[in-house]
Every structure is written in structure tokens, then in C-alpha cells.
Nanobody, 126 residues
Framework: QMQLVESGGGLVQAGASLRLSCAASGRSFSSTAMAWFRQAPGKERDFVACINWSGLTTDDADSVKGRFTISRDNAKNTVYLQMNSLKPEDTAVYYC???????????????????WGQGTQVTVSS
């Protein structure tokens, strides 16, 4: 089992940038697909981005394509989400997720991920 800890959230103005980090424990990180999801109050938890085990393949939601970039550093057991040109509708709790011991391929469904972090709050004001 893998433990995930997100950090880097905060309160920013529209148009600003933030970089979220997800620190993972365990030996299986380098063979595991990693993803970011987000959830606003009263809304379902939505897919944001995924990166496969090697970092050679990524998948981004249409709502963030061109603005957000997912990356990973397997030597540091860390996944990042660089968020640029932030909009008020990006306000949500952002969660890191892993497909621990379940293969390294990306998926968009929540059910495909079996480990989750505690979340970090991102608030974008207008």
C-alpha cells in the first residue's frame, strides 16, 4: 500500500499559477500510474490529469488542457501538477491518486485508483 500527501494549494487571484506536489511512500511508485482529481463543494470528484508509470504518456481533461501540466520524478517519488492561468472555476480540493500494484496505464475513472491522498485546497478569486 502507498501513502500520498499533497501540498502546494492556496488562495490566488485569477490568472495566477500554482504548483501542487504529491509525495508518495513505498517501493512501487516507479511502476504505478498517478493522477490528479478535483472536487468542488456539492460536486462530484472529476478527473484532471494522469501520467503513466514511465512519464512518457499523459492524459488531460479538456477543461484544463493547455493550462495544467502533470509530471513526475521517480527518483523523488513525487508527482506534480503545474497550474497556469487559473480561473475561479478551478476552485476545488485537489486529490492525488495512485493505481498501487494495479499496473502503470492511465485511466480517467475514480474506480481504477486504489490509493488517495488527503487533498489540498485551491481557491481562485476574481
Amino acid at each position: 500500500q502507498m501513502q500520498l500527501v499533497e501540498s502546494g494549494g492556496g488562495l490566488v487571484q485569477a490568472g495566477a499559477s500554482l504548483r501542487l506536489s504529491c509525495a508518495a511512500s513505498g517501493r512501487s511508485f516507479s511502476s504505478t500510474a498517478m493522477a490528479w482529481f478535483r472536487q468542488a463543494p456539492g460536486k462530484e470528484r472529476d478527473f484532471v490529469a494522469c501520467i503513466n508509470w514511465s512519464g512518457l504518456t499523459t492524459d488531460d481533461a479538456d477543461s484544463v488542457k493547455g493550462r495544467f501540466t502533470i509530471s513526475r520524478d521517480n527518483a523523488k517519488n513525487t508527482v506534480y501538477l503545474q497550474m497556469n492561468s487559473l480561473k475561479p472555476e478551478d476552485t476545488a480540493v485537489y486529490y492525488c491518486a495512485a493505481r498501487t500494484n494495479a499496473g502503470g496505464t492511465c485511466y480517467r475513472s475514480r474506480s481504477m485508483f486504489n490509493n488517495w491522498g488527503q487533498g489540498t485546497q485551491v481557491t481562485v478569486s476574481s
